[in-house]
Nanobody
Framework: QVQLVESGGGLVQAGGSLRLSCTAS????????MGWFRHSPGKEREFVTV????????DYADSVKGRFTISRSLAGNTVYLQMNSLKPEDTAIYYC???????????????????WGQGTQVTVSS
């Protein structure tokens, strides 16, 4: 079993920055594909970004490219989401997700992930 605990959400003005953290327990992040998704009212859960088990491949939704960066700390078994130049449309509950991986392939669909954190609210005011 993998447990994921997120932190770092909050209220920020448009143009500001936030960093979300997701700490995994139960397995090392080097055995996991890990991603961030977000969910806002009236919309389906949306892919934001992913990092594969080797850490060598990342992917981003077009809406966040150039503004968001995913990274990880092996020592802390933690994945980070650095969010810059935030916009009101980035307001959502952000979820960390993980799946065990035997390859370096990455995944972007919510159904591909087996483990989810509790979510953390990000609110961007205009």
């Amino acid at each position: 079993q993998v447990q994921l605990v997120e932190s770092g959400g909050g209220l920020v003005q448009a143009g500001g920055s936030l960093r979300l953290s997701c700490t995994a327990s139960g397995r090392a992040v080097t055995t996991l594909t890990m991603g961030w998704f977000r969910h806002s009212p009236g919309k389906e859960r949306e892919f934001v970004t992913v990092i594969n088990r080797s850490g060598g491949t990342t992917d981003y939704a077009d809406s966040v490219k150039g503004r968001f960066t995913i990274s990880r700390s092996l020592a802390g078994n933690t994945v980070y989401l650095q969010m810059n130049s935030l916009k009101p449309e980035d307001t959502a509950i952000y979820y960390c997700a993980a799946r065990t991986s035997l390859s370096t392939r990455y995944y972007t669909a919510p159904d591909d992930f087996d483990y989810w954190g509790q979510g953390t609210q990000v609110t961007v005011s205009s």
